[in-house]
Nanobody, 120 residues
């Protein structure tokens, strides 16, 4: 059984930073492109960023460009999302998942996610 577990969320002030982690267990995911998604209160889940299986190719939503950086560590099977200059509109539950197609389409079940709250 494959499993992706998100962590690293928290409460941060506007302008602050957080680094999210997504640990893969079970199936290795080492050959899968992986991505981050988020769901803000009252909104649909949306794509944030994704990385190819090597991490060498990355994609970002316009809202994440210049502020967020996605990376992965194949040795530990962990996906990261470094977030800087956080804004209140970044408040959401963040999820990781396999991505397919144009690297923005999720594939597979969702985990619990990790809550990010940006508030003064």
């Amino acid at each position: 059984q494959r499993q992706l577990v998100e962590s690293g969320g928290g409460v941060v002030q506007p302008g602050g930073s957080l680094k999210l982690s997504c640990a893969a267990s079970g199936r290795a995911f080492s050959r899968d492109a992986l991505g981050w998604f988020r769901r803000a209160p009252g909104k649909e889940r949306e794509f944030v960023a994704s990385a190819s299986w090597t991490g060498g190719v990355t994609y970002y939503a316009d809202s994440a460009k210049g502020r967020f950086t996605i990376s992965r560590d194949l040795t530990t099977n962990t996906l990261y999302l470094q977030m800087h200059d956080l804004k209140p509109e970044d408040t959401a539950v963040y999820y990781c998942n396999v991505v397919v197609g144009d690297f923005t389409q999720p594939f597979g079940s969702w985990g619990q996610g990790t809550q990010v709250t940006v508030s003064s």
